[in-house]
């Protein structure tokens, strides 16, 4: 009942158009390896999707279902060499590839569409048509990389019902956009012998699916935004909810440690057996360990850092803070509490896997230079840490309710024009805040 009608695109220029649009997502992507496996790889890829779309269907296309079963192959082997190039699941191989496979068909339908209209059709047989390819190709990956790059920054994994939805939109821009290549036969014979017709709904039909793609992130890159600032606020009420509880703590402690220590001293007055002495020199360590309040010249720090450094005493961890909290005057309450309580939170729970003493110990600083607030905490760290954007990836399984630690500080920090550096080197983590001091 269907017949092939008219010739479609020139499969040269499909393939390249293909290969193109998956270089951009890997491109967009993290990558699972170096700087020239991704190259290599990126290249290998362009060949062998040229040799599939060129050469194999030269010598097999004859009929639709041959075409069908090409260009799954072809899409195949896109997802493919996104999901080995990519730090990416394989879910999120098979969607990006789905993008890329709409992009590469948006650019060719339109590079088809220009050719045919100024040209007649001619696909690089001239230098007009190698001009025409060049601009239409330059523009079009120009615009969409520049559109999935301001996408990307947040939204990396896709989810399977995510997936499932591009995969629809591909197969339906697929099916509608080549229905105007065959014709009907029923007692008559109804022919649309008009190539431009066809390049333009093509087009047109592969820029709606491409525009709903675009939409479509759009919208789950604003939900995860939203998700990853309720989490942010979270832990900052948290972070606040801890300080103002240790607060009210310790100010009863003090008193009741500088009540015990008198107690103490008129008992060892009293009588002074040597087991007594041991006991109350035991007893006196303790209530000390409680009492030393840290003094930094900011109460909020104060607070933070004496509660800091009880954790650590429990724990074994050697916790050393040189601290000039004048120098925190202008930052919030909560933002300090934020910014020192996930730093330190951080590095206790690193430095808490390690069973050497010497590897057991946080260092800390606060301190100016030149006009700059300097916050810079290091601890120990043993592990091969993955970085992203230049934030930790976290090692924990459920990603999704953990690593935003790091990412509140930066939150925070931005809110005063500061910026985080953050590097692991020789097995030290260091995590440096810099503040402008106004």
């Known amino acids: 009942m269907f017949k092939a009608g008219l010739p479609g695109l020139p499969r040269l220029i499909t393939a390249l158009a293909q290969w193109l649009g998956i270089t951009v997502m890997i491109l967009l992507l993290e990558k699972r390896k170096s700087k020239i496996y991704s190259i290599l790889g990126t290249l290998l890829s362009g060949i062998m999707i040229l040799v599939l779309n060129f050469v194999i269907v030269t010598w097999l296309q004859r009929n639709t279902v041959e075409w069908i079963v090409d260009m799954v192959i072809s899409v195949c082997f896109m997802i493919l060499c996104i999901w080995v190039i990519c730090e990416v699941d394989f879910f999120s191989a098979v969607g990006y590839g789905m993008v890329g496979f709409v992009a590469g068909e948006l650019a060719a339908s339109a590079e088809w569409l220009l050719s045919y209209w100024l040209i007649g059709g001619d696909t690089l047989l001239n230098v007009e048509a190698m001009v025409i390819l060049i601009i239409s190709f330059g523009g079009m990956y120009g ?45 008559t014979t109804v022919e649309i012998d008009a190539g431009m017709i066809l390049a333009v709904v093509r087009t047109l039909v592969d820029f709606g699916a491409i525009a709903v793609i675009l939409f479509l992130q759009r919208s789950w890159q604003e939900e995860n935004v939203k998700k ?38 008129a008992l060892r007055n009293a009588c002074s057996p040597e087991e007594r002495e041991s006991y109350l020199k035991e007893l006196e360590a303790a209530v000390q360990q409680y009492d030393s309040q840290k003094v930094t010249g900011n109460a909020v720090l104060d607070s933070i850092l004496t509660q800091k450094q009880m954790q650590c005493a429990q724990k074994n961890i050697q916790f050393i803070c040189n601290a000039d909290g004048r120098l925190l005057q202008n930052l919030a309450v ?13 590095a206790m729970e690193c430095v808490a896997k390690y069973e050497e003493e ?20 290091e601890n120990c760290c043993y592990e091969q ?10 090692t924990k399984e459920d990603k999704t309710r953990h690593g935003y630690g790091v990412t509140s500080i930066i939150y925070t920090v931005k809110k005063y024009n500061g910026h985080v550096q953050i590097k692991c080197e020789d097995n030290w983590f260091v995590i440096k805040v810099l503040i402008p001091i106004m």
Not at 358 to 377: M, P, S, T, W
Not at 385 to 394: A, C, M, N, Q
């Open 385 to 394: 840490l993955k970085f992203k954007k230049g934030i930790p990836v976290t």
């Open 143 to 187: 615009l969409f990389y520049y559109l999935e790059q301001r996408i990307s920054e947040h939204f990396t994994r896709m989810e399977r019902r995510q997936t499932l939805i591009f995969v629809l939109v591909a197969l339906l821009a697929m099916i509608v956009g080549n229905l105007g290549f065959y014709r009907v036969n029923y007692r």
């Open 228 to 265: 990853e600032l309720t989490a942010i606020n979270h832990m900052l009420n948290l972070q606040y909810r801890q300080y103002l509880d240790f607060k009210m703590n310790t100010e009863y402690i003090s008193r009741q440690c500088h009540d015990l220590k008198h107690q103490i001293a």
């Open 334 to 346: 909560r933002d300090i509490s934020n910014i020192f309580g996930n730093i330190i939170d951080n």
């Open 358 to 377: 010497e590897d057991r110990i946080i260092q800390g600083a606060v301190y100016q230079k030149n006009q700059f607030l300097i916050i810079r905490f």
